[in-house]
């Protein structure tokens, strides 16, 4: 049986590609497919920069990339059952902003 590659917004299943959210855009905003990439990556950088000199980086209408420190915890290895110490690590969360989750994952209805 053969699947479609064919995924973008609406279908539900398959995750868009990074090909598929580019062409998406430069298509949306008239723009060249290089010209969406760049400003993709200029978010990514300007998102690592902010998250490293603020310990957040806010995207208005998604959500907030944040820092956030886990405490040193035993653990056990799962093939062994032995008890072992994981370290303290700093690591990052993307938190949804209010308007995403309600959109995305609506309430159910009691």
């Not at 990052?92 to 609506?106: E, I, Q, V």
């Amino acid at each position: 049986m053969a699947t479609s590659k064919k995924g973008g917004a609406g279908s539900k299943g398959k995750r868009m590609s990074q090909s598929e959210v580019l062409n998406h855009f430069a298509e949306r905003f008239d723009l060249k497919r290089a010209r969406v990439k760049e400003i993709f990556d200029e978010l990514a950088e300007l998102a690592a920069k902010e998250v490293k000199r603020n310990e957040e980086f806010v995207l208005p209408g998604f959500g907030k990339l944040v820092l956030a420190k886990r405490q040193a915890r035993e653990g056990r290895n799962p093939q062994t059952g032995e008890t072992i110490k994981i370290p303290a690590k700093t690591t990052l969360k993307f938190r949804l902003s209010k308007g995403m989750k309600d959109t995305a994952a609506p309430a159910k209805k009691r």
